[in-house]
């Protein structure tokens, strides 16, 4: 799915565990890493933008990943908000597309390099959720504007991602867990703000 | 705020009413919008794509406007849901973006071309909004990622899109106005990522 230099493939094929995100804890750095933050890092000043990461991310379709994609992975691993991340946190996000990748791979079962409706369906049920076909329908439509059929990785990771954070939040809130929730108007909008881009 | 051939500027500098969607009344064809259109349908198919009018649109930065902002727009306009947009829906999307660029203006109150903390909480009081200081300065925050500072104009819209649609769907389940909605877990996905992009 990456353009040049290769990417090694994860091998970790669940679900990146539990909706959490990862620890930060400071691993030594991987030489294929290094080797990969380099040929990303264009302007050589040590810190990866969305931007830079976008021109090494291809999808199944031959596409570089959305804004959003990277926008959101960049984000998960921009500790001190500055808008890029180091070396260190490039390992995480390195390991953590992989893992994506891996999730990916294992539920496109035609490998045809993208997700359709039913293989959408099943990848939720395996991880956990009762969607109704109507949802996952909708999801389908809102990533393929044109053609309503099929979703790309990127478009995967998005919408994992956000389905992640969303659920999250519900949890955090739903703590008798009856599967409903109550709010207020700027509580609202800020979790619905906060987990989409 | 758009590249060649110059855009009118709407005149229209109110909130665009009471976040509705605009009625799709079929006008007879503005000639400015008729040259405008021809201008961004670049593989002259009749229909305009999130993409071509992408390449059109520029923001007070210099920027093209985010991928993330044309796909809300045209979403907006596109009744057929096919992923594009003929003359029709063009020009009603060319009016709402006027309007927008001279709402965008009337709160960049000292001209920079991008809106700053203090302007976007005056825009919003404007608009009916009591928000709290964190949650304009989380807006902000959440679109200018290095600087924590200034939002453009196509931010701007993206987040008063969102926030338009999510205003509505909270009215529709908040019958009583009281301010507080209860929403089980697939409605709530549903509105976040609906409403989201």
Redesign the interface.
Known sequence: MFGNPGFGGGGNSGYPGGGGYPGYGQAPINPEVQQWFQAVDKDRSGQIT?EELQTALINGKGENF???AC?LMI?MF?TD????IGINEFQLLYNYINQWLAVFKNYDRDHSGSIEEHELGLAFQQMGFR??QE?VK??I??SD??N?REMSVDQFVV?CI??QR??EA?RAR?KELK????????D??????????
Chains 1, 2 share one sequence.
């Open positions: 969305w959305s804004s959003t926008k984000g921009d908000r500055n808008g890029s969607f109704s949802f909708f999801l439509e809102k504007l044109k309503h919408v956000q389905i969303f659920t519900f739903d599967g409903v929730i109550t709010l207020a108007f700027e609202f909008l800020s979790i619905a703000l906060n987990c989409s881009t």
